[in-house]
């Protein structure tokens, strides 16, 4: 395999071979051959950093955390994955401007508007309806995916169980969606908050005095939405504080709703998470403005001002410090078979 490629005009790395290295540093992170981990230590402390890729801090959907994966795009539009679906051929669908992790799946929308998902079709998540026309927004839960077309449609497809998927006839048109573990949240365009499918934990229970929305993010069995103010308002099940938005938090422009935690950022680029924590609320101090953030299982991503993408949360082994790849996960709970 060759990464590193000498020229006459310096050191280059091939574009394809990125993916290859990640590949390579989840398979060595799963040995336990002592020089293994040497090789995979070096790579990660000197390799990546070497490499300096740039992740786009400009799209709306730069990176998204999976329950044990994690895919951004890079600043020239390259979809790179890592974790346990870096290994899944993900076709080459050139330059992509949106981005989507379920639990088991990913999914991309391509510069021309097409919706390419890769990973488990467990539950049909990852087939595409035919017809769907161009897309410009894609959201992934744990087996169902949702798209919204260009005209402004929301499609959903995939497992429909508790009616995550059954979008309301009468929804004025879309402008922002999010996937939870089994429900679905659909922003309008006159910044009205919708949620459908399961409702065992008041995580559609949408406040009737919200007001205008910004933003939303769909965690397991919980709701967070941005008001037009800047406010977090978050509902739905509270039992690890994953709702208890502090006090002084301050106007935030971005938010994402993981497992059993929320993280959000602040107006003044600072990350800030809550409920429990398996070290992805560990935010590295010299971490500096953040002006994207994704949150999984138990890891969270970040995408810095500056386009750089750090992650932190529980890797293979359980350690709760800062990770460059995030590999294989325990899963402690069957999210997809409960409401």
Known sequence: MAILNLRADGLHILDKD??????????????????????????????????????RSASESPV????????AISECGRLLSFGALSQTDMPDIGPVVAVAAGDFHACAVTASGDLVCSGSNKGGQCDVPPDLGPVSVVAAGAYHTCALTQAGKLVCFGSNYCGQCDVPTDLAPVV??????????????????????????????????????????????????????GELVCFGSNEHGQCDVPADLGPVVAVAAGFRDTCA??????????????????????????????AGFRHTCAVTAGGKLVCFGENQDGQPSPVKVQVALPRHALQGSVC
């Open 18 to 55: 990125l993916r290859h290295l990640c590949w390579l540093l989840v398979d060595l992170n799963k040995k336990r051959e002592p020089h293994a981990a040497v090789f995979a230590s070096l790579a990660r402390e000197f390799v990546l950093p070497f490499l300096a890729v740039t992740f």
């Open 64 to 71: 998204a955390a999976g329950l044990n994966h994690i895919s």
């Open 176 to 229: 922002a969606v999010a996937a939870g573990n089994s429900h679905t949240c659909a922003l309008t365009e006159g910044g009205k908050l919708v949620c459908f499918g399961s409702n065992h934990h008041g995580q559609c229970d949408v406040p009737p005095t919200l007001g205008p929305v910004v933003a939303v993010a769909a965690g397991v069995y919980h709701t967070c939405a941005v008001t037009a103010t």
């Open 265 to 294: 950022v602040t107006a003044s680029g600072e990350l800030v998470c809550m409920g429990p924590s398996a070290g992805q609320h560990n935010v590295p101090t010299d971490l500096g403005p953040v002006v994207a953030v994704a």
